[in-house]
């Protein structure tokens, strides 16, 4: 191994040739890297693979000082530790599974000066003495991995990160580099605030995975759609992912017992068998791996082709992490996501039953309609997950369910004016909940307090079932005709795009929601 220091002084991209055997920096690379090089603050925002480590370890190799590298997974540390012992660096990891010799042992090498890199959790960061400590060293630089984790809007939000913002006082003058994979707007906006970055410059790339092939099914036979999918893949990598830690054993079980090799993997397993688990996965044997949408991180391996989710994630950045741990190696992959309305009721129910703050709740409830209007959209679905993130993407993908397969549509441009007109006529003040109501002529308080009861328009509606007024009111969010927002997720008109549908000058295609044929289905069986 080379002596911490010795790369100290190089130009980044000689570095870059000569430790990681690359030619060329991608287009982010470079110029966050010379943001950090000169000693400013950079937020670093790059889909999974897209290479966001360089960004630090180049800066941390060729500037003066030990790096400190904050990361909130213990398996990501031990695993890019490993991966720069092999190319020579002197790197460590400093966390609460490390043995007290092991411990001692980078304390002993850190207090000294031998250290390009110390990998560290937060916990271990902020705990006693251990910032006046670093303090006394020579630091390069402090990186902050996962970075949307300080986010309270962000879906993997861990309260200890919050703490990190006083990193810029105790080590002034180091400069700070954030990174994620996460970019919506508000995110980004809120790691800039809560990490103190407000000097930071803001280094993003294109979100769009062109290797990705999206689509989404509604659910039937979720067992069966499961197995003829597994069986179109036989022999290659995969990652399911379900709701709860249940369902990914019964799947995995269901699976194993028709010659499926699938391993569960959730919070719930002992560290002796997570780390088993990823260990056989990641050794590249042929296998699907069954884990919770709130357990993916740190299944890690560059050939994993497809991505089913049998559970619809809570937000489209989730659901976006999620399947972008597919096709890291650049070959195609596949992606499923199976919804179905009690999905949805449940993440709403879940939601409002939730200990979390009103503003909280307010901005979850955004990010989970935001993904079911994805799940409906029946245009182009990259298009539609990247807008999510402020990206828009100049033509259709091509090669989506969507852009591949006609969807079952209808006319729905009367049931569209319907609802926009009910959301007009009643001076757009109203979640969804109160719309229905007033279309389908029901008696509610609120109807009468209102005096809605007496609209020309109240009742409309009442030929369709909830469901059907829902689905046309979700699709029309997702194709931006409605926004919502403010603290009741009050519904109001998109000017531009509704205005031509109100006057009958837009046709309107809806999809055929499976909600819909269910709640058919119910009514003329009654
Ligand atoms: P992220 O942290 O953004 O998910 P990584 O830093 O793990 O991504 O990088 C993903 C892959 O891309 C790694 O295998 C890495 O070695 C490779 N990579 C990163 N930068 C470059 C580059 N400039 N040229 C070639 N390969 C690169
Ligand atoms: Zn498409």
Not at 486 to 506: D, F, K, N
Request: hydrophobic content about 45%; proline content about 5%; some cysteine.
């Amino acid at each position: 191994r080379w002596p911490a220091g010795h790369l100290a002084g190089r130009a980044p991209l000689e570095v870059l040739s000569s430790v990681f055997g690359y030619e060329s920096f991608r287009l982010v690379q470079a110029a966050a890297i010379e943001r950090v090089m000169a000693g400013g603050d950079a937020l670093v925002l790059m889909p999974t693979g897209g290479g966001k480590s360089l960004c630090y370890q180049i800066p941390a190799l060729c500037r003066p000082g030990m790096a400190i590298v904050v990361s909130p997974l213990i398996a990501l540390m031990d695993d890019q530790v490993a991966a720069l012992r092999q190319l020579g660096i002197a790197a460590a990891a400093l966390h609460s599974e490390l043995g007290y010799d092991e411990a001692d042992a980078v304390g002993y090498a850190l207090d000294r000066g031998r250290l390009d890199l110390l990998y560290i959790s937060p916990e271990r960061l902020l705990s006693p003495g251990m910032l006046p400590r670093l303090a006394k060293l020579d630091l390069a630089l402090v990186a902050i991995d996962e970075a949307h984790c300080v986010s309270a809007w962000g879906h993997e939000f861990r309260p200890e990160y919050r703490a990190l913002v006083s990193l810029g006082d105790m080590l002034p003058g180091v400069p700070r580099i954030a990174l994620t994979a996460t970019a919506d707007p508000r995110t980004r906006t809120d790691i800039l605030a809560a990490l103190g970055l407000a000097d930071a410059e803001v280094f993003a790339t294109s979100f769009h995975r062109p290797n990705l092939f999206v689509s989404a099914q509604p659910k039937g036979s979720e067992l069966g759609q499961l197995t003829a999918w597994l069986e179109a893949r036989r022999g290659q990598a995969g990652i399911l992912y379900c709701g709860s830690r249940a369902k990914t054993e019964r799947i995995a079980t269901a699976l194993a017992g028709r010659g499926v090799p699938a391993v569960a993997f959730h919070a719930g397993l002992t560290p002796e068998q997570k780390r088993s688990a990823l260990r056989r996965f990641r050794s590249g044997e042929e296998m699907v791996i069954v884990a919770t949408i709130a357990f993916g991180m740190g299944i890690d391996r560059p050939d994993v082709r497809f991505v089913v989710h049998l559970d619809m994630p809570d937000s489209p950045e989730g659901y976006y992490q999620q399947i972008g741990r597919a096709g890291r190696d650049g070959e195609p992959a596949d992606t499923l996501l199976l919804h179905g309305g009690e999905d949805i009721s449940r993440a709403r129910f879940w939601l409002e039953q939730s200990g979390a703050p009103e503003q909280q709740k307010r901005v979850s409830a955004q990010r989970l309609e935001s993904m079911i209007a994805l799940t409906e959209t029946t245009a182009c679905r990259t298009r539609a997950l990247l807008a999510c993130f402020g990206e828009t993407l100049a033509v259709d993908c091509g090669h989506c369910d969507n852009c591949t397969r006609p969807v079952a549509t209808f006319d729905g441009t009367e049931a569209a004016r319907k609802v926009l007109s009910a959301i007009y006529r009643t001076g757009q003040r109203f979640g969804a909940l109160h719309i229905v109501s007033v279309l389908r002529g029901e008696d509610s308080e609120m109807v009468r307090r209102h005096g809605h009861d007496r609209l020309a328009l109240f009742g409309i509606g009442r030929d369709q079932a909830k469901g059907f007024w829902r689905s046309v009111i979700r699709q029309l969010i997702a194709r931006d005709a409605l926004r919502t927002g403010g603290e009741y997720a009050t519904l109001s008109l998109h000017e531009p795009v509704a205005r031509p549908i109100l006057r009958g000058e837009a046709p309107v295609l809806l999809r055929e929601d499976p909600v819909v044929a269910t709640d058919k289905a119910a009514r003329s069986s009654r």
